[in-house]
């Protein structure tokens, strides 16, 4: 239980941190890209960042509920949400500098 809420909580200010500092200025965000790198389709800038962490708390709670997890299998889910997140917010910093060229 400790173990999902930390995670949860680390996405959280991560995902604050990136609202404050990716793509200033941008009102939507890109959320998904096409295999010819082209965004497919954006979202506000509040719900972009908001989206991984908020999944992977319903999902990590509902781990949490049931009585045959292991913390191995909230850890190992845990690193694949901000996995994740570190990959959207990546993807994200490199298409705003590529489209402010």
């Not at 959280?12 to 793509?23: D, E, K, M, P, S």
Request: aromatic share 8%; proline share 4%; charged share 10%.
């Amino acid at each position: 239980m400790i173990l999902a809420i930390g995670i949860v909580t680390v996405m959280g200010v991560l995902a604050v941190y990136a609202n404050r500092t990716v793509a200033p200025g941008v009102a939507k965000l890109p959320m998904q890209w096409s295999l010819k790198r082209e965004v497919s389709w954006t979202a506000p800038r509040a719900i972009a960042f908001a989206f991984i962490p908020v999944l992977a708390a319903g999902v990590l709670a509902a781990l949490v509920q049931s009585n045959q997890v292991r913390n191995t299998d909230i850890a190992w889910m845990g690193g694949v949400f901000l996995a994740c997140q570190l990959l959207h917010i990546t993807l994200t910093h490199r298409w705003f500098n590529a489209s402010r060229r």
